[in-house]
């Protein structure tokens, strides 16, 4: 069977209507949560899979070889994984749903270090996303980004001049990367980079994607300040290409939430790290 582009298919399988009969409606639910497992938690290992789901081995070996065939997951030494490599990030529309209220909470506290007449560079992620609704009460503004997803909720916005980034463009992420995005980038200069990445490990931040990589180095390089917005669940995940040092940013925005711990280890190697606050879900969710 032929493998659609990732976030296409995951899209339409998670979208798919249980089927009448009760069998093979239990079988594609429980594959759905698989799914939706394996990708929140970058990979798992069968045994892993089996205990959570209560199923048999053979099961669960049937279930992923399934789910292997329609493109949705991979299968390596008894490891799962939404990629071929098994660090791949996961679908653009699927990463946007995941701890939207904690991507909210960092977006408002990175928004108050915006001022009128700067020019800034949005990465294509997510997190960075959920600043664009605070962008009007912040014009005018100059906004460079590479992601698709971004120009499109920024297009029609009053007094804010948008500057898409080209390059080769990448369907699972929706952004423009490569050379010649590179290229674009290291021409200009801006006051802010405001950038999310997928994993934070020895103080050190990680991505799945050496090129994602490349592309947000060179923002990095051409802004004067440097803004890390990252949710308590990038802790201690892993990723296999590192980007930089916690201490190279300007600013660390991290959730309420995230441990204790790990935020004084930050303030004692003297990070500057700034907690956002949670707000109640109806509160959150009335300002959608």
Not at 62 to 69: Q, S
Not at 72 to 93: C, H, Y
Not at 96 to 105: D, F, P, Y
Not at 136 to 149: E, F, G, Q, R, Y
């Amino acid at each position: 069977m032929a493998q659609a582009p990732q976030n296409n298919a995951v899209d339409v399988f998670m979208a798919e209507a249980l089927p009448s009969d009760s069998r093979q409606a239990r079988q594609l639910a429980r594959r759905q949560l698989i799914v939706e497992a394996v990708m929140a938690e970058s990979a798992m290992r069968i045994e892993d899979i089996t205990e959570r789901f209560s199923i048999s081995l053979m099961t669960a070996h049937r279930d992923i070889d399934e789910l292997v065939e329609r493109g949705l997951l991979r299968k390596s030494r008894g490891v799962v994984s939404a990629t071929p490599t098994s660090l791949i990030e996961s679908s653009d529309v699927y990463r946007s749903t995941r701890q939207l209220e904690e991507k909210c909470a960092l977006a408002e506290v990175a928004a108050g270090y915006l001022e009128p007449g700067q020019a800034i560079f949005f990465d294509d992620s997510t997190t960075v996303l959920q600043m664009a609704r605070f962008l009007p009460s912040k014009a005018p503004l100059t906004v460079i980004t590479n992601s698709l997803t971004v120009m499109t909720e920024l297009k029609e916005m009053r007094d804010i001049t948008l500057m898409g980034l080209g390059g080769q463009f990448y369907n699972w992420c929706n952004a423009f990367m490569g050379q010649m995005t590179r290229n674009e980038i290291n021409n200009l200069r801006a006051d802010m980079f405001f950038v999310s990445m997928s994993a934070i490990i020895d103080d050190r931040v990680f991505h799945q994607s050496a090129e994602m990589v490349e592309t947000k180095r060179a923002m990095f390089e051409s802004a004067q300040k440097r803004i890390l917005l990252v949710d308590h669940t990038k802790f201690e995940r892993r990723a296999l290409h590192s980007f930089a040092h916690l201490s190279e940013f300007d600013v660390v925005i991290v959730n309420q939430g995230t441990p204790l711990p790990i935020i004084q280890r930050m303030k004692d190697k003297n990070i500057n790290v700034v907690v956002a606050p949670m707000k109640p879900q109806s509160v959150q969710h009335a300002n959608l």
